[in-house]
């Protein structure tokens, strides 16, 4: 129930084509998701994150779909760039139960040829 | 502002050798935690903390001990190195939803 399914592992784009990653979880105690983008030698870095709240959210190119019922949510990227190529990661947290945790999926490795 | 910071950056060890591995963060967070990252594996969380004084397992805490005397610092101990125990450490910390990482230490054990 705590697991995280990320899909696919990895994937390759056009430049200015879009990218689609998807999660999808069990917990119905996750109530916030983000996206994280980590470059080769680096920490991960918060891209954007979703509350249950809403079903969408936009910042730039990249979006967030969350549909509830079907416990999944995806990232979009559009018009991706080659300076996008990076390993995408999915998250979930229980933050109104104070527990803190977050569960991570296993990433997606996203190459867009230029 | 440095955000969160990690020494060492590399590290090489022979088995059954101890180290820790050094954390801070600036920015006043109660919340932190230290993962590893391995391939295919994600990141999987070792220890938290919610503040000084306060520590709890992750889902994979064996061979490994924390301690938070400090808000700033969470420095990770590794008792008796293992093979098993190469892989990418990451410090974080957390704020209000928001979690920070830091740069990272590789260890390779031998």
Redesign the interface.
Known sequence: QQQVKQSPQSLIVQKGGISIINCAYENTAFDYFPWYQQFPGKGPALLIAIRPDVSEKKEGRFTISFNKSAKQFSLHIMDSQPGDSATYFCAASPLTSGTYKYIFGTGTRLKVLA | NAG?TQTPKFQVLKTGQSMTLQCAQDMNHE?M?W?RQDP??????IH?S?GAGITDQ?EVPNGYNVSRSTTEDFPLRLLSAAPSQTSVY?C?S?GR????????TRLTVT
Do not use: I, N
Not at chain 2, 40 to 45: C, F, V
């Open positions: 969160v919340y935690s993962y295919g594996m994600g990141l999987r969380l938290y919610v992750g990451f974080a957390k939803y928001e979690q920070y990482f830091g740069p990272g």
